[in-house]
């Protein structure tokens, strides 16, 4: 029996206001040259459902992170796999944007589940992913007020 811990990991939930409407916060997150100023450049991106594309890490040697495009529906919601081809024993990540029109703006919500949280160093993982993703929250929101 697998415990409620192990089918339910800790998600990363991170949500964001921006006074921009759905249609550019959607941009930002689906046009390559925009997303790669906040997230990594991509190799093989399309936002349509089943396509494979590459993350390309900008470590020395280039990192790759192999990611399925699992659902896109325009200025509404973009899910993605993520799997950190630089791990020994790679997890499969999913990560979810799910957009929202709030007033004149967008609430953008970001969860990223699939964490085994009784296993350290995926937990350390997440922290570091929570991390990463308030940061590129911070870098969407300067995107998108110079477009």
Known sequence: MMSDSELNPAAVEIGSFFPQ???DVWRVLTEPELHARWLMRSVGFAPSVGTHFILAVPTEPTGEIAC??????????????????RAK??????VDWTIQPQGRGTRLLLTQTGFDIEN???????NAMERGWKQAMTKIAAILDHH
């Open 68 to 85: 399925e495009v699992l659902t896109a529906r325009p200025a509404e919601q973009l899910t993605i796999t993520w799997v950190d081809l």
């Open 21 to 23: 409407p759905p249609e």
């Open 120 to 126: 350290r160093r995926q937990k350390m993982a997440r």
């Open 89 to 94: 024993y790679p997890a499969r990540w999913v």
